[in-house]
T-cell receptor, first 114, second 111 residues
C-alpha cells in the first residue's frame, strides 16, 4: 500500500497565482484532512472531510478551498497565493475520524510563495 | 479543548531507555491520549495511543497515570532513528478534527 500520497513535493509560486495540492489515499479511509506547519510550530488544521461530498473548516481555513468528490482524493486549492501561505502542507487520513483512531500522514508539500 | 504540556527538549544516549512526559491535567473522561512523532523533513508518524490502561506496541509503551492527568511515552532502547519531535495529543468529543498539535518535545539521541 502506498498510504497517503501528496504531490507535488516542492512548489514555488508567485503572489496571486493559484494552484492545487493533491492528496490521495489507497486505504479506503473516510476521514481526510489538511494541515499546515510553519517553521518551529506544530501543525494547524485547515480543512477536513468526513466522507465524499462532505467538507468542513478547521482552525485556519481562510485562503484555501477543498472538495471531496471521491473517497480517495482530497485536493487543497490556493485561490490567490500570498506570502503568508508559505508553509509545509500535510494531508492525513483515518478510517472514520474517530477519536481512538490513528491518523496516517503524507510526506508533505513544501510551498514557497514569493 | 484539553491542553497538554511537554518539555521543549530532551536528550538521551543510544540504546538507553527514554521517558517522555506529558501533563494533561484538564483531560476529560472520553479523551484518548495519542502520541505522534515527526522525523526531520517528514510527516507526523503515529506512535501509540490509549485511554486508561497502559499500552504496548512494537514502537513504544504508554504509561498512563491512575488519575489520567499525566502520561509517559517510553522508548525502551533509543536509536539514532528515534531522534524526532514527539507530540502528545488528546482527542475527545468530535474525533480527529480536534487533533491539536502543540510544539512537542524535541528528542536528541547521542551516539
Amino acid at each position: 500500500n502506498a498510504g497517503v500520497t501528496q504531490t507535488p513535493k516542492f512548489q514555488v509560486l508567485k503572489t496571486g497565482q493559484s494552484m492545487t495540492l493533491q492528496c490521495a489515499q489507497d486505504m479506503n479511509h473516510e476521514y481526510m484532512s489538511w494541515y499546515r506547519q510553519d517553521p518551529g510550530m506544530g501543525l494547524r488544521l485547515i480543512h477536513y472531510s468526513v466522507g465524499a461530498g462532505i467538507t468542513d473548516q478547521g482552525e485556519v481555513p481562510n485562503g484555501y478551498n477543498v472538495s471531496r468528490s471521491t473517497t480517495e482524493d482530497f485536493p487543497l486549492r490556493l485561490l490567490s497565493a500570498a506570502p503568508s501561505q508559505t508553509s509545509v502542507y500535510f494531508c492525513a487520513s483515518s478510517p472514520t475520524g474517530g477519536s481512538n483512531q490513528p491518523q496516517h500522514f503524507g510526506d508533505g508539500t513544501r510551498l514557497s510563495i514569493l | 479543548d484539553a491542553k497538554t504540556t511537554q518539555p521543549n527538549s530532551m536528550e538521551s544516549n543510544e540504546e538507553e531507555p527514554v521517558h517522555l512526559p506529558c501533563n494533561h491535567s484538564t483531560i476529560s473522561g472520553t479523551d484518548y491520549i495519542h502520541w505522534y512523532r515527526q522525523l526531520p523533513s517528514q510527516g507526523p508518524e503515529y506512535v501509540i495511543h490509549g485511554l486508561t490502561s497502559n499500552v504496548n506496541n512494537r514502537m513504544a509503551s504508554l504509561a498512563i497515570a491512575e488519575d489520567r492527568k499525566s502520561s509517559t511515552l517510553i522508548l525502551h532502547r533509543a536509536t539514532l532513528r528515534d531522534a524526532a519531535v514527539y507530540y502528545c495529543i488528546l482527542t475527545g468529543q468530535g474525533g480527529s478534527e480536534k487533533l491539536v498539535f502543540g510544539k512537542g518535545t524535541k528528542l536528541t539521541v547521542n551516539p
